[in-house]
């Protein structure tokens, strides 16, 4: 069974950082090139970032979060990374990570696998 779960999520200030987790099982990760995708209230899913299964771990960006957010891997321990600076309220959603390399979902039922989520608030 496939399962992927997110952790990290809180409510910050702007200019704040949080860094997420996604510790997963149940397919072999370290050939699984992994994503972050978020959904912010009302809107449909957005993809953010992406980093590929290779020992060069090439990384991709959405251009929203280009600058400000890091992506990473650790394939011994199952688990992925997004380590947010700069965070601005428009970052405010719900994350999620997922092996799913489509990069655009018309809703959330789409984004499969994935996990529970993790919220990230950003307000004063």
């Known amino acids: 069974e496939v399962q992927l779960v997110e952790s990290g999520g809180g409510l910050v200030q702007p200019g704040g950082s949080l860094k997420l987790s996604c510790t997963v099982s149940g397919f072999t990760f370290s050939r699984a090139v992994m994503n972050w995708v978020r959904q912010a209230p009302g809107k449909g899913p957005e993809w953010v970032s992406g980093?590929?299964?290779?020992?060069?771990?090439?990384?991709s960006y959405a251009d929203s979060v280009k600058g400000r957010f890091t992506i990473s891997r650790d394939n011994a321990k199952n688990t992925l990374y997004l380590q947010m600076n700069s965070l601005r309220p428009e970052d405010t959603a719900v994350y999620y990570c997922?092996?799913?390399?489509?990069?655009?979902?018309?809703?959330?039922?789409?984004?499969?696998?994935r996990g529970q989520g993790t919220q990230v608030t950003v307000s004063e």
């Open positions: 997922t092996p799913n390399t489509a990069r655009s979902y018309s809703t959330l039922a789409g984004l499969v696998p």
């Open positions: 980093i590929d299964s290779s020992g060069d771990s090439i990384r």
